[in-house]
Nanobody, 121 residues
């Protein structure tokens, strides 16, 4: 009923930039929070950043000042601009959204398929 489709991952050198995008589609009534998580090999998935429908934003300390999240409510999209990338940013990045469905107005957590970000020289 709902899909989150990510794009924009890849390989970049340390200090470089990447921009991730995530588009939500399907039987959507409304979207509350949208955000990005990441999971590095051998580590647990961790929150990178989140933005609510009203625009409140939180960042993990490790990315503050380097990453910027933005959201287009009209297009149900969320983007992550990543600057000054470091090797420790290497991970699979997952889009996440809390979505209320048109059918029965049920609310659930939805995830994208993940996109690989590799920071290496």
């Amino acid at each position: 009923q709902v899909q989150l489709v990510e794009s924009g991952g890849g390989l970049v050198q340390p200090g470089g930039s990447l921009r991730l995008s995530c588009a939500a589609s399907g039987s959507i009534f409304s979207i509350n929070a949208m955000g990005w998580y990441r999971q590095a090999p051998g580590k647990q998935r961790e929150l990178v950043t989140i933005i609510t429908s009203s625009g409140t934003i939180n960042y993990a300390d490790s990315v503050k000042g380097r990453f910027t999240i933005s959201r287009d409510n009209a297009e149900n999209t969320v983007r992550l601009q990543m600057n000054s990338l470091k090797p420790e940013d290497t991970a699979v990045y997952y889009c996440h959204a809390v979505i209320k469905l048109l059918s029965g107005y049920r609310t659930g957590n939805y995830w994208g398929q993940g996109t690989q970000v590799t920071v290496s020289s």
